[in-house]
């Protein structure tokens, strides 16, 4: 499997009682697309970046674990619904990210920051 990694330089961490404290070490972070994030990587953020140029990152209130699964429109867990019209490939990064039987789907384009569950050499 080949995983292309984009550069990042991770600055500035949410730092404010709406976010847990981070886990992992954020100078392991890399960006990836959602639909190269692996088995046990930690998810930290969602990043916006049209025409290259970062723009967002969206921090989540606490970082979880990936267990990438298949997308289903037909899902009733009530948010893969949601991406049922997404143009491009979808994938499930959790079910179990935020404990309430919902579904994490993600457009498999979009990038996310993420510490690898492999350490790069």
């Not at 009530?78 to 491009?88: F, I, K, M, R």
């Not at 994938?91 to 350490?119: F, I, K, M």
């Amino acid at each position: 499997m080949c995983v292309e990694f984009f550069p990042v330089v991770v600055t500035a961490l949410p730092a404010d009682e709406d976010h847990a404290p981070l886990l992992v070490d954020p100078a392991a972070a890399r960006l990836v697309r959602a639909g190269e994030v692996a088995e046990g990587d930690t998810i930290l953020a969602s990043v916006t970046a049209p025409t290259g140029a970062l723009v967002g990152t969206d921090y989540f209130n606490d970082q979880y674990e990936a267990h990438p699964s298949a997308y289903d429109p037909r899902c009733q867990c009530g948010v893969c619904c949601h991406l049922a019209d997404e143009q491009g490939p979808v994938v499930v990064l959790s079910q179990t990210a935020w404990g309430d039987g919902y579904c994490d789907p993600w457009p498999a384009s979009v990038l996310a920051l993420v510490v690898p569950a492999e350490r790069l050499p």
